[in-house]
């Protein structure tokens, strides 16, 4: 079992909805949780970092972390043709100098 | 703020040339810095990571090294590149206190003809 399972999607949505993108992991010892958005030919941009379970909004993005089901989320409200990208989920343990485990990313288009 | 820099943008390389790329940071000190190396549908692959000059650990056998001569600089090397080392290479840094998050510049895409 890998140790970050992400969909690859692709999802193609409409413009507006809600976005759901989630991710498993199987390390109890993840303590931190973050989402990248990536543009096709750029760096990873960091959206949102968590490190307890709960939800963390920050606009139109709520990232959600349950660490009991060991499952994290980000959802997208009202989505724009500008959210297309990958999104990619990342962890890290404590004491792992921030060294972080990927998920292999999930690929979103937003349809005007 | 703290900004990160890599160069080339894209580079294409005959198969047995040597290799340099370069990552820099400003805005900050004493950064832990990281390569990455992204292939498609294979997710962000750990190359080598430092926490401070001269300090280097790898995370896979491979036909690339890393070098630190510099706090805030980060240089990816080969000496005889291989096909196999095409790919989109990331480097990234994050503050040493606890709990900080990486960043991440955009990246050189490496060719190997």
């Known amino acids: 079992q890998k140790e970050v399972e992400q969909d690859p999607g692709p999802l193609s949505v409409p413009e507006g909805a809600i976005v759901s993108l989630n991710c498993t992991y199987s390390n109890s010892a993840f303590q931190y949780f973050m989402w990248y958005r990536q543009y096709s030919r750029k760096g990873p941009e960091l959206l949102m970092y968590t490190y307890s379970s709960g939800n963390k909004e920050d606009g139109r993005f709520t990232a959600q972390v349950d660490k009991s089901s060991k499952y994290i989320s980000l959802f997208i409200r009202d989505s724009q043709p500008s959210d297309s990208a990958t999104y990619l989920c990342a962890m890290s343990r404590i004491g792992s100098q921030g060294n972080l485990i990927f998920g292999k990313g999930t690929k979103l288009s937003v349809k005007p | 703020s703290q900004t990160i820099h890599q160069w080339p943008a894209t580079l294409v390389q005959p198969v047995g040339s040597p290799l340099s790329l370069e990552c820099t940071v400003e805005?900050?000190?004493?950064?832990?810095l990281y390569w990455y190396r992204q292939a498609a549908g294979r997710g962000l692959q750990l190359l080598f990571y430092?926490?401070?000059?001269?300090?280097i650990s790898s995370e896979v056998p491979q036909n690339l090294s890393a070098s630190r001569p510099q706090d805030r600089q980060f240089i990816l090397s080969s000496k005889k590149l291989l096909l196999s080392d095409s790919g989109f290479y990331l480097c990234?840094?994050?503050?040493?206190?606890?709990?900080?998050?990486?960043?991440f510049g955009d990246g050189t895409r490496l060719s190997i003809l």
């Open positions: 805005g900050t000190s004493n950064p832990n």
């Open positions: 430092s926490v401070g000059i001269g300090q």
């Open positions: 990234a840094w994050r503050g040493t206190a606890s709990n900080q998050p990486q960043h």
